[in-house]
């Protein structure tokens, strides 16, 4: 489907008049389409030359219902062999910028054997001879794109590889964990272990903490768009509403049911340490008559607005142990606060198994305990957030991506739950590694479908 054999061209240079036009052509056959219709000023024959060059010249034009040649001056940049952008023979012809003459030297060059580009092809082509990755790919249309400066200054980090660093570091270290995993299965029947539980359970747990890394700097983009979204997340009962009421009480600048999910969720304007932030509870969600486990629409509607948080607030209930749901919450990546609710009954003793996890700010809404700690802790999570995530992710990118890091930090998770039950289950994390390998190969673009190249490419416009 995506054919490397072609030549490809396309204008390359905006829409419009412009000082100059440029024609861009990538494949097998440039060289012999530009002798078609470039005229070197100099006698360099351009089939000899082995490096990359600029050489002055004419271009040698017929216009549409004009039969008279034109000879137009151009200079010609070409790269002849592999060292190009596709690793690819290419050429750009760059001449006077008036939109009849670089249709006209595009006509020249697909009658000389060249077919129009698809959209994004030439950088399709640069993805396929492994030149950029998938996240670089998307960068490139994200400098294109980039309205302001924070979004060119987020693409550029992108493109200089800030997501492809980390990713890639990340996969080594999956690989050599598998590949430690998989030495002791083939020597199991003498009981030779390559990598003890200690090791198994720390190096999960760093893979699991570079990949909420990852998700962080993903989500922080979203503040380029709006305030902060804080998402109040927990199991029924556990107290949400109540602080969402405490910490609006009169200072929220809009409460509002917000229509158009399955349940209603509220939302409030607040200010945490001078920066406005959307406070969104996720009330109305229902337990399934089965016991620990959310309704399908109850858990759609929560993930949902915890997917678009740039903060989430795990609120868990202090006057009972954690519940399984909740456990996996708190491990799970992302930025995030631990709330613990309803700390003002003396009669109830502390949740003990939630402070072996993590800390938390302990709350009240009865009583306001907690509550200005609470705002604190807000305002530097968000701060500490920009600081470490100052890049940011090309928009695309992050929705492109946000399942399969997900999926990949969950497989991990499982892993590290199942090692943590003891030997004789290595066949079991080993499967769950390569699924948590697979889904970042998604998402650096090591492993891929036509239809993903499609949805990416199609976006670039032509030339591109
Ligand atoms: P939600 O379903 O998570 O939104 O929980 P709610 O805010 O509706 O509260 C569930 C129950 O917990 C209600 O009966 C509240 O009165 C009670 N509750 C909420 N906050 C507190 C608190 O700070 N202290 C105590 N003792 N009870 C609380």
């Known amino acids: 489907m995506h054919s490397l054999d072609d030549t490809i061209a396309a204008v390359s240079s905006a829409a419009g008049g412009a000082t100059r036009g440029i024609v861009r052509i990538s494949g097998p056959a440039a060289i012999g389409c530009l002798q078609a219709c470039f005229l070197p000023t100099s006698s360099a024959a351009i089939s000899e030359l082995k490096s990359a060059q600029c050489i002055p010249g004419e271009l040698l034009l017929s216009l549409a219902g004009d039969p008279r040649p034109r000879r137009l001056p151009c ?80 693409a550029l980090a992108q493109l200089a590889g800030g997501l492809t660093r980390p990713l890639g570091v990340l996969r080594d270290h999956l690989l050599d964990l598998l590949a430690d995993l998989e030495a002791g299965l083939d020597f199991a029947e003498e009981d030779l272990q390559f990598v003890s539980s200690a090791d198994l359970d720390r190096r999960l747990g760093e893979a699991i903490g570079s990949i909420a890394a990852v998700v962080a700097q993903m989500q922080s983009r979203s503040r380029t768009d709006g305030e902060p979204r804080i998402a109040l997340v927990g199991w029924p009962n556990v107290g949400k509403s109540s602080l969402f009421n405490a910490l609006v009480g009169q200072s929220a600048a809009i409460v509002s049911p917000q229509p158009g999910t399955t349940r209603d ?62 456990r996996d919450e708190i491990t799970r990546p992302g930025i995030k606060l631990i709330v613990t609710t309803k700390c003002d009954d003396a009669t109830i003793s502390d949740n003990a198994r939630l402070s072996d996890l993590t800390p938390s700010v302990e709350t009240s809404s009865r009583t306001g305990r907690g509550l ?40 991990l998770a499982r892993a590290r739950r199942i090692a943590a039950t003891g030997r004789g289950n290595e066949e079991l994390v080993a499967a769950d590694i390569r699924s948590a390998l697979t889904e970042l190969g998604k998402v650096v673009g090591v492993i891929y479908t036509d239809d993903v190249l499609d949805r990416v490419f199609a976006r670039f416009c032509i030339g591109k």
């Open 372 to 411: 200005d700690q609470l705002r604190s802790a807000i305002a530097a999570a968000l701060s500490s957030d920009r600081e470490t995530n100052p890049e940011g992710t090309v928009a695309e990118t992050a929705a492109r991506c946000r399942d399969s890091l997900r999926l990949s930090a969950d497989c």
């Open 75 to 154: 200079d010609l940049f070409l790269w002849p062999g592999n060292r190009s952008y596709t690793r690819q023979p290419v050429a750009e012809l760059h001449t006077i910028g008036s939109p009849p003459l670089v249709e006209a030297a595009l006509r020249a060059v697909c009658s000389a054997g060249a077919r129009p580009a698809e959209p994004g092809e030439f950088t399709l082509r640069a993805f396929l001879a492994g030149r950029i990755d998938l996240l670089q790919a998307e960068a490139v249309l994200g400098v294109i794109d980039a309205g302001d400066r924070r979004k060119l200054d987020v």
């Open 265 to 326: 969720y509220l939302s409030a304007l607040l200010d945490f340490g001078g920066v406005g932030c959307q406070l969104i509870d996720t009330a109305g969600v229902e337990l399934n008559a089965k016991e620990g486990s959310l309704s399908d629409a109850a858990q759609q509607m929560m993930s949902a607005q915890e997917t678009n948080a740039d903060l989430r607030l795990i609120c868990v209930d202090s006057t009972r142990p954690l519940n399984a749901w909740e």
